[in-house]
Structures are given as structure tokens and as C-alpha cells.
């Protein structure tokens, strides 16, 4: 199996995958190629000794009869945001802590992979609109956040795989595309050196942007995570593999942004839920691999694990152009091609599952939402779709506006005094998906120009920002001579990193919240993110809309989202003549004549050199040296997490089937429930259960800073689970937020509150909800703040991938209804008392586990399928959990080790 490929006399090692389907009578081309490289990865760790089967490798080579099946993976790297990087530190300098405390090997606790964390999610827009506030946002990103990146240095040198980029460097996937990515990698083994492909997991969902190079990657949670970065085998069953064909080009005036909201409602509306999708067909030509990221970022958004383009000419091209080194463009070409790696041909079919087609010249220009990122509306529709929800209620999707005459939405504001419903009051050009795009960074470069050619301004209530995935595209925007009409509009450079579209949008204009506040306004963003889930912008604004940059540009210069683009202006020049959209919009050869400037070699060379990847308040910030971490017991950022606390259960199957007697419903749900209203990522709420804690801690709402930041305190994080300020409990359907009813007596109180009294009771939670319970981000503290919770099960019609697995990883159980039933449809009102039968058997077998709820004299009992998919994964429940279990593995391995020490010296 292992063949030999010779590249500038050197003699390099592979795993020939094509012999391996030889010998079993397939054809190599028949495969996709996400197949390939997952079969690339058995077979050559089975070569190095692992414990892979011949059954397993089989099951893989005729994947379409075993969809499900689980496979051993092992991953080539892991990388991680400080949002969920952190807390996987954080995690393991307290298992270091463990395994000391019980006589272990604390050093024995080490990544076992490379692993890359960005700093790119603690950014908040606290200064914009002027040319200062880059450097301010910086300086108040480290006074905020100066505990956790002392935290992250000493990491730097406690685990020797890590790899920390500071604050400033710019959005993880970007940086990933840009800078990291190897496309195959190289190790030395006493064998020799072997090739393989580059395959990454990321602490971030959308790790997929990285699969428009031609690696292979997606997003898992951080407890996932820690398991593969100690060397554990990263178990992950067959998938459903769904060919997707690309036809026709994306025709002017829409944009590469535009196709990708298409394929994401088209995909989203196919079903492709948990599928690999692999992009094939005659458009991709014409796609760079900058385009073709724009469309693979947003898979966690269409549902799919993963959207795959395999390397081909533009791939090579853009590592040319991004400035790769020539000998490693040389070897990933010998490589791929020699493995069949290399798609021939843009039209190369391999066998499917199934195929869908989907014509990009059906995009048009687009925004998506108000809600969520799959609700895509040609913007000729944005302002009637608008309008028509002010007044619906929220159970019908609108915004529940009981009386819509005193602040209409065709209000024309003449300041921020007279606002109405529908303002634009946030405009952001942020996120990886458009800003690794020049093509679309440029378009709003241009019409910025254009715009202030015209004379026109952005209102003064628009907050305004500029925030790129990389200072690679401040280069080029610069040397285009576009950041300057940029600026002149508002849209300052204002840092590198996840801002708006992650919740660190920060404050609005405080004469301009006081309108929303005092109004009850329905007020709007419009930002070129890929996540627009309520809540999740910002607490004021409840009307999110997600679309291309220079589309980001018009609404702030309209200053309201209820404009129709055809018939009404942007405003007016000087003269006092009109101006629309159509006069400013740039023409597509005005954009190809500029793209030269962001495919320069040099602009990636210089902005990635080692010496320029820190600040300067990184290299002179102290941090503490050493194995173990030393734990602050007056710190509020930094708590030693509650995980490795207790030694691991015996039989925690047992114990998970003892905690599911007679338990009560914590909280019940609708459809789409996301993970940013499980864990909200963004502004603490003085009036939360987190506020509340932190203000009894001495802390000014000022230093609050967000629930990403205070994720490496547990206390803040579980008073935060569920406390979303537009989470919609069904158990209180009056009111928004995080409140609930305790059982049996029906008080109202915070779902903590609540909680916190279960627990004193001595009586486990579960919870209810719809179908795509935990779609959106790779949340792990979802799933960790559920546990801390006392929940002991989730019942749901359907589950998202990530969110699921990490529900498994914290010991709690997911279940789903049967087809066809739900919550609702059995009648149940939530204040029933719940009792589990076959608990045991149904996670060790995949039994159906029946439930019997009872309230007073009334009993319903229905069955409902764990979703417990693999060996791993129940291994893990019966473990209790990733912690658990990844504990219970080092102190065993320190007795066998002292055992053996012990007969060595007898």
C-alpha cells in the first residue's frame, strides 16, 4: 500500500489509495472526494500501526451501503478561536491539575497534533468612525481581556503543539486560507517521510471555508476538540456525500455574495443536513478560490458538515497568488495528482448519493433574514417584507408591534431625533465569508468612491465599521485608493477580528438607543456576516439583515432597511439631485480591472512575516511560566472549570439512568432553537443572571465585557445558558428572555433560578424542543452550561451535527421523537412529571427508550430514539461524558505506569 514519489531527489512516502480501490475490484474515480481523503486517512494510519480494521477500511470503500458507519479518524491538526481555544486550555491545565492531585504524570497532558489558536472573537467596536479606532479598540481589547491573554502565553509555552496568533492578526478562517493551511503536509517517521492531505478540525463552525483550498475540514465543539488535540481518534460516522452542480456564472449586478445566499436556500431547502456536499460542475472555472470560500464558509448555514471544492488549477493559482512557497506548490501538484487528488476536469462526476444543480445566474442582488441566514430576499422585497412583519405577532415570525401609527416604517428621518421603525442604525462590513472576497471587498470600495463623488453621506444615527478578516485586504483596498472613500463615509478600519457578526458590535450612539429604548422602535443592521440569529447583533436591534459589503454601503447611506432601491434615492447631491443605487453601483469590469492588487505574492509574504504577527503590548505582556497553571481564586475570568472535580463514575450509564427518574422540564422550545440562545456570545445584560453576579462581584457593567470573554469562568457561563434576551420559552410564552416555571407549584423565575432550586431538590431537568435543536455555532459551553445545569436530556424532533456531539461529550442524553411526533403534537404541556424506561439498554443497543409523563391522574407515553450514533459515542455517555473519560485514561495510565514500576524494582 504505501508508494514511493520522487520530488527534487527526494523520495517521498504516500498511501496509494488507488491500489487500495484496485484490489477491491473499484475504480478510484467513482469516489468522491471527501471519500478519497477519509480513506487516505484509514489506510495510512493503519499502515502506522493503528488499530483500524479491514471491516472499517471495506465500509469506507463502499461508503453509499454503509452511510453511518463510524470511522477512526485521526485529524492532521486542530485550530481554534480564543472563544472556544480558551476554554479547551483552560480545560486541560485543569486536568493537568487532576492528574496531580491523584499521583499522575501532569506533562503526560499535552497536545498531541498541531494546534493553531487565532485571537480573533474578544474585538468589540467600542470606537468607530475615525481614523483612531483601530489603535483605541485595541488598547481596550487587552485592558479588558489581559487575564486571558496572560493565560494564552503561558499556554504558548506549558503545551508544546500550540501555536497562538495575537490580537490584530485577524479572523481565524481568513488567516487559515491565507497563511495556514498547508494543503498536504509532510512528517518524518523512521520509515521515511510521508505526504497526506491536509485535514483540520476548528473549534469555529465555519472551519469548512478552508474545504474552497481543497482541504478537508469542518467544526466541531472544543470538547470534541480536546479529545483529538491529546491524540484520541476522532470518531465520525460514513456520511452521505451530496454532488452539487454548479451551472451558469454569477451575472452582474448581483455577486459572488448573492450565489452564496442562493446555494445556501437552495441547500438548506434540499436537505442537506449533516451531508458532505462536493461543489462540482462547469461555473467552477470561473470561481476563484476566494469565491469558491465565500460559498464553503457559509455550510454550517446550508447544514451541511462541509461544502468541498478538491484541488485543481485554482487552487494551485491562488497559492501562487497568496504566496506559498514554489517547491510546496510543486509537491502538492505531484501528490494530488499521483493520489488522485487532482479533479481533472470541472465536470468530473464522481458516484453521489445524490446530485443536485443549481444555476448561479439565477443569483440576483440579496439580503437575508431578519432572523436567520437562510431567509434570502431579492432586496427589491426587503422593505414590503419588512413592513408586513412590524405588526404580525412573534409566534408568526413578525415582531409583534401593537401599534405601528406613531413610528411608521416609511418614516424619511430627518435626524436621529424623529427615528422610526426600520432605521438602519448598524452597518458593518465584517466577518470572514466576504471579507476574504476581493471581488466584493473592492465592489464596496467602488461604490463608497462613487458615492462620495456624489456628495452623499451616511445619516449621523449609522454606526458604521470597517473590520477585515486580514491586513491583507486593508493593503489592497489601500492600494486601490479605496480605503480613504471608505472612511469618508464612516466606515473606519476599526480592527481584525470577529466583530459585529459574532455579537461585538458594541455600543450604539447613546442619543440613538434612547430613541429605540424610549419608542419601542423596530430598528435594523445590515452587515456582510454569514450569522444573523436574534439576539445575537445586538440587544436593541431586532431586524438583522445579511448581504454583500457594497449592499452594506447603500442601506447605511439610505439609513433605513424599508427603501426600495428602484424607485427611491440613496439621496441626493449637493444640487439637490437624486441619486439611486443603479449610479453608484460598480460595473463588473471596474472590479476586475482592480483584482490584480489582491493577488499579489508579496502583499501575503509581508503581511504574514513571523516578526510582524504580534504587537507590541503582546511581546512585553508578562505571563507566568511552568506546568501548571496557577489559579487566581480572586479571579472573574479565569475559575478553575468543575469538570475534573470528582473522579469518574464506575458506571455513569447507571447514573444517567438514576438521574432521569421522575424528572421535570427545565424549558421547552420551537423550531430552529440556535446555540446563540443557548449560550449567547455577546453583551452581558446588567438585568441577567451573569449581570447580577458580576455586579455582586464589585464588577462596573463597564468591565463586563462579553459572555465569549468570561467563558473560562463557569459561574458566569452557567448563569448564561439559556439567558438569550430573545430565547422564547414555551412554558412562558408571554415573555422573551430566560425565564421559565418551576414544577410543581408554577412560580416564574430565571431558568437558573430554576435550576439551581431542581438541584436543591435533589430532581433532574430535561428539555423540549422542535426539530434543529442547536443549529448555528460550534457553542461547546451549549452543551457544558446544559450540564452544570442538571440537565439530564434533551428531547427534540431533530438535532444539529455539532451541537448533538457535544451534548454526548457532557454526559447528556439526545433523543428524538419518533417521525411524525413532537412535544405539542403529544399533547404534553411541559408540567408534566417525566420518567425514562430502558435507559440503559437504548444507549448501549440504540433501543427505543420509552417516556411516560404524568401529570396528576394523566399519562402519556410515547418512544423516542436516542441519538447516541457510534461506539465512541456511547462509551462517552456511559463514561459520563468527554471529561470523564479522557480523566478516568490518564489516571489508569499512571497506574499501569507505577504498576509496572513496581514489579520492575520487585
Keep these: 500500500m504505501p508508494e514511493q514519489i520522487q520530488i527534487r531527489q527526494q523520495s517521498l512516502r504516500y498511501a496509494d489509495i488507488q491500489e487500495i480501490t484496485a484490489a477491491s475490484g473499484l475504480d478510484l474515480a467513482t469516489l468522491p472526494y471527501v471519500i478519497r481523503i477519509l480513506l487516505e486517512n484509514l489506510c495510512r494510519h493503519k499502515a502506522w500501526g493503528s488499530n483500524i480494521t479491514e471491516g472499517e477500511v471495506g465500509a469506507l470503500l463502499k ?81 479588558r481581556n489581559r487575564e486571558r491573554y496572560e493565560f494564552l502565553k503561558w499556554a504558548q509555552q506549558a503545551f508544546r503543539g500550540l501555536r497562538v496568533f495575537p490580537p490584530g492578526t485577524g479572523i481565524i478562517h481568513q488567516v487559515n486560507l491565507e497563511y495556514i493551511a498547508s494543503v498536504v503536509m509532510k512528517e518524518q517517521r523512521q520509515d521515511g517521510t510521508w505526504l497526506y492531505p491536509d485535514f483540520v478540525i476548528g473549534g469555529d463552525s465555519h472551519t469548512p471555508m478552508v474545504n474552497a483550498l481543497g482541504v478537508l475540514g469542518w467544526g466541531v465543539g472544543g470538547i470534541d476538540a480536546e479529545a483529538a488535540l491529546l491524540g484520541h481518534a476522532y470518531t465520525f460516522p460514513i456520511p452521505e456525500v451530496v454532488g452539487v452542480r454548479l451551472v451558469g456564472g454569477v451575472a452582474a449586478p448581483a455577486l459572488t455574495t448573492d450565489a452564496a445566499l442562493l446555494i445556501t436556500q437552495a441547500l438548506r431547502k434540499a436537505g442537506v443536513a449533516g451531508s458532505m456536499v462536493e461543489f462540482f460542475g462547469p461555473a467552477l472555472p470561473a470561481l476563484s478560490v476566494q469565491e469558491r470560500a465565500t460559498i464553503a464558509n457559509m455550510a454550517p448555514e446550508y447544514g451541511a458538515t462541509c461544502g468541498f471544492f478538491p484541488v485543481d488549477d485554482r487552487t494551485l493559482e491562488y497559492l501562487r497568488n497568496s504566496g506559498r512557497k514554489p517547491e510546496h506548490i510543486e509537491l502538492i501538484e505531484a501528490y494530488c495528482k499521483a493520489n488522485g487528488l487532482f479533479r481533472p476536469s ?60 406613531p413610528h411608521p416604517a416609511s418614516a424619511h428621518p430627518r435626524g436621529i431625533g424623529d427615528l422610526g421603525h426600520g432605521a438602519v442604525v448598524l452597518a458593518a462590513i465584517t466577518s470572514c465569508t466576504n471579507t476574504s472576497n476581493p471581488s466584493v471587498m473592492l465592489a464596496a470600495g467602488l461604490l463608497a468612491r462613487k458615492a462620495v463623488e456624489r456628495g452623499l453621506q451616511v445619516p449621523p444615527w449609522v454606526k458604521t465599521s470597517l473590520a477585515p478578516g486580514s491586513r491583507t485586504v486593508t ?236 467563558r473560562c469562568n463557569h459561574r458566569v457561563m452557567t448563569r448564561a445558558t439559556f439567558a438569550n434576551i430573545r430565547i422564547k420559552n414555551l412554558l412562558v410564552p408571554e415573555v422573551e428572555g430566560g425565564v421559565t416555571r418551576h414544577f410543581p407549584d408554577g412560580e416564574t423565575m430565571t431558568i437558573f433560578d430554576a435550576a439551581m432550586r431542581y438541584q436543591q431538590e435533589g430532581r433532574g431537568v430535561i428539555v423540549l424542543a422542535g426539530k434543529e435543536y442547536g443549529t448555528g455555532s460550534s457553542r461547546d459551553w451549549a452543551a457544558k452550561g446544559s450540564a452544570l ?5 434533551v428531547i427534540a424532533e431533530s438535532y444539529e451535527r455539532i451541537h448533538r456531539a457535544n451534548l454526548v461529550g457532557m454526559g447528556i442524553l439526545p433523543l428524538a421523537f419518533l417521525e411524525g411526533q413532537g412535544w405539542r403534537q403529544l399533547g404534553l404541556a411541559g408540567n408534566e412529571s417525566f420518567h425514562f424506561e430502558n435507559v440503559e439498554a437504548g444507549v448501549r443497543d440504540g433501543a427505543l427508550i ?36 479522557v480523566l478516568r485514561g490518564f489516571l489508569n495510565d499512571a497506574a499501569e505506569a507505577g504498576a509496572a514500576s513496581r514489579d520492575s524494582n520487585t
Excluded at 107 to 136: E, K
Excluded at 372 to 397: C, H, N, T, W, Y
Excluded at 483 to 503: D, K, R, V
Aim: aromatic share 6%.
Design 850 to 885: 420509552t417516556v411516560v409523563a404524568r401529570d396528576g391522574g394523566r399519562e402519556t407515553r410515547f418512544q423516542a430514539r436516542p441519538q447516541v450514533l457510534t461506539a465512541a459515542e456511547r462509551h462517552l455517555i456511559a463514561e459520563g461524558g468527554i471529561p470523564s473519560s
Design 789 to 793: 445545569l442538571g440537565i439530564r436530556a
Design 346 to 405: 470541472p465536470e468530473h462526476r464522481p458516484q453521489y448519493s445524490r446530485v443536485l444543480e443549481i444555476d448561479l445566474s439565477d443569483a440576483m442582488p440579496s439580503m437575508a433574514g431578519p432572523r436567520r441566514p437562510q431567509d434570502r430576499m431579492p432586496i427589491d422585497a426587503v422593505a414590503r417584507d419588512f413592513k408586513q412583519r412590524l405588526g404580525k405577532p412573534l409566534s408568526e415570525g413578525g415582531f409583534g408591534v401593537p401599534d405601528i401609527a
Design 475 to 710: 493593503r489592497y483596498l489601500g492600494e486601490a485608493g479605496l480605503l480613504e472613500p471608505l472612511a469618508q463615509l464612516g466606515f473606519h478600519l476599526i480592527g481584525y477580528g470577529c466583530t459585529t457578526c459574532g455579537g461585538k458590535s458594541g455600543p450604539l450612539d447613546e442619543a440613538v438607543a434612547a430613541q429605540i429604548e424610549n419608542k419601542g422602535l423596530v430598528v435594523a443592521a445590515a452587515l456582510s456576516g454569514n450569522r444573523n440569529f436574534e439576539g445575537r447583533i445586538h440587544k436593541l436591534i431586532r431586524a438583522n439583515y445579511i448581504g454583500a459589503p457594497p449592499l452594506v454601503v447603500a442601506y447605511a447611506l439610505a439609513g433605513r432597511i424599508d427603501i426600495d432601491f428602484d424607485s427611491e434615492p440613496l439621496g441626493h447631491d449637493p444640487d439637490g439631485n437624486a441619486v439611486h443605487l443603479r449610479d453608484v453601483w460598480p460595473a463588473p469590469q471596474e472590479i476586475a480591472a482592480l483584482l490584480p492588487l489582491a493577488s499579489k505574492p508579496e502583499t501575503f509574504q509581508e503581511t504574514y512575516l513571523a516578526e510582524d504577527l504580534d504587537t507590541e503590548i503582546w511581546r512585553n505582556m508578562r505571563a507566568p511560566e511552568g506546568l501548571l497553571f496557577p489559579w487566581n481564586p480572586d479571579s472573574h475570568y479565569l475559575v478553575e472549570p468543575p469538570f475534573f472535580e470528582r473522579l469518574p463514575d464506575r458506571d455513569g450509564l447507571a447514573r444517567l439512568a438514576r438521574g432521569l427518574e421522575a424528572t421535570r422540564v427545565l424549558a421547552a422550545f420551537g423550531d430552529s432553537l440556535t446555540t446563540d440562545h443557548i449560550s449567547p456570545g455577546g453583551e452581558i445584560p446588567g438585568d441577567t443572571p451573569a449581570g447580577q453576579y458580576l455586579l455582586a462581584a464589585g464588577i462596573a457593567p463597564r468591565d463586563f465585557n462579553s459572555y465569549v470573554a468570561r
Design 63 to 143: 461508503w453509499n451501503e454503509h452511510i453511518g458507519a463510524e470511522l477512526p479518524l485521526h485529524v492532521a491538526r486542530v485550530i481554534l478561536p480564543d472563544s472556544s481555544g480558551l476554554p479547551v486550555l483552560q480545560d486541560l491545565a485543569a486536568l493537568r491539575d487532576a492528574v496531580a492531585r491523584h499521583n499522575g504524570d501532569p506533562g503526560a497532558v499535552d497536545t498531541r497534533i498541531p494546534v493553531d489558536l487565532v485571537v480573533d472573537h474578544s474585538l468589540q467596536v467600542d470606537n468607530w468612525g475615525h481614523a483612531n479606532a483601530m489603535p483605541l479598540n485595541l488598547r481596550r481589547e487587552f485592558e
